[in-house]
């Protein structure tokens, strides 16, 4: 099949791809067709540039201890391995004649120089390499569940995470629709059973966070926004106007 001329079904595949639902053969299909096609290749390179930029909405979350004790003993068996390396090594490069003889102990001692020369080098890589993996977890955003709103086109609208540390739904408009200025949209969580609960209501921002709780995000299969009267309308009454973005909240460890 010809993805570029069914422009809605590429763009569902190419925010599936970028968001890693896309797997196994249709995975593969979907890359092999990405290598091939140009316009495949741009709606997954645009998806990716879409999700990158979600990292600017996320604050610093602190790993588990867990995690440094992982570094830690990583890089103290990476620097027993580089010594155990050197060591061999000088071993095999020392003379085999008396070290009294004529330059013999100038080379030995600018040999063990060498050494601990190279040694220091190895202690400051292995301590900037731990600082800039300790930076990227700290900046790496904690998302677990995530939802590509689309019309009734399957054009995506509006691409939806939830923090659990921050216990917070971001929100970021992906599309082109603009509501008019005497109306709001407002988001809702269609549970199994029962009425339709508010979210929140939507301000004209590109981009937007609001308070949620994981219990209640965990047992919603599906996200919806609706076109309301501006400010938006009480949870308890459901949406008023039509709904014009639904998606399903897929459970995703980032």
């Given at each position: 099949m010809k993805l570029s001329a069914h422009p809605a079904l590429l763009e569902l595949l190419a925010a599936?791809?970028?968001l890693g639902t896309l797997r196994g053969g249709a995975r593969r299909r979907f890359e092999a067709m990405a290598r091939e096609h140009a316009v495949v290749r741009a709606a997954a390179l645009t998806w990716q540039g879409r999700l990158a930029s979600m990292t600017e909405l996320a604050h610093p979350v602190a790993p588990d201890p867990a995690v440094w004790t992982r570094i830690r003993n990583l890089i103290e068996a990476e620097q027993k391995e580089h010594a155990m390396a050197r060591q061999r090594a000088a071993a095999r490069a020392l003379p085999v004649h008396d070290a009294s003889a004529s330059g013999g102990w100038l080379r030995s001692?600018?040999?063990?120089?060498?050494?601990?020369a190279a040694g220091a080098v190895?202690?400051?890589?292995?301590?900037?390499?731990?600082?800039?993996?300790?930076?990227?977890?700290?900046?790496?955003?904690?998302?677990?569940?995530?939802?590509?709103?689309?019309d009734d086109q399957s054009t995506a609208s509006m691409l939806v995470t939830f923090d659990p540390n921050k216990r917070q739904l971001v929100l970021q408009r992906v599309g082109g629709y603009t509501e008019g200025s005497d109306k709001s949209?407002?988001?809702?969580?269609?549970?199994?059973?029962?009425?339709?609960?508010?979210?929140?209501?939507?301000?004209?921002?590109?981009?937007?966070?609001?308070?949620?709780?994981?219990?209640?995000?965990?047992?919603?299969?599906?996200?919806?926004?609706?076109?309301?009267?501006?400010?938006g309308v009480p949870s308890d009454r459901g949406p008023t106007g039509p709904v014009l973005f639904k998606g399903a909240l897929i459970e995703k460890t980032l």
């Open positions: 599936s791809y970028a001692l600018a040999l063990w120089r060498g050494a601990a190895a202690t400051v890589l292995a301590v900037v390499v731990g600082v800039n993996l300790r930076d990227q977890l700290a900046n790496a955003p904690a998302v677990q569940y995530v939802a590509v709103l689309a949209l407002q988001l809702w969580a269609l549970p199994p059973e029962g009425a339709p609960r508010s979210l929140g209501v939507l301000d004209h921002a590109p981009a937007l966070r609001l308070p949620a709780q994981e219990s209640d995000v965990r047992a919603v299969p599906t996200l919806a926004i609706s076109l309301e009267p501006r400010g």
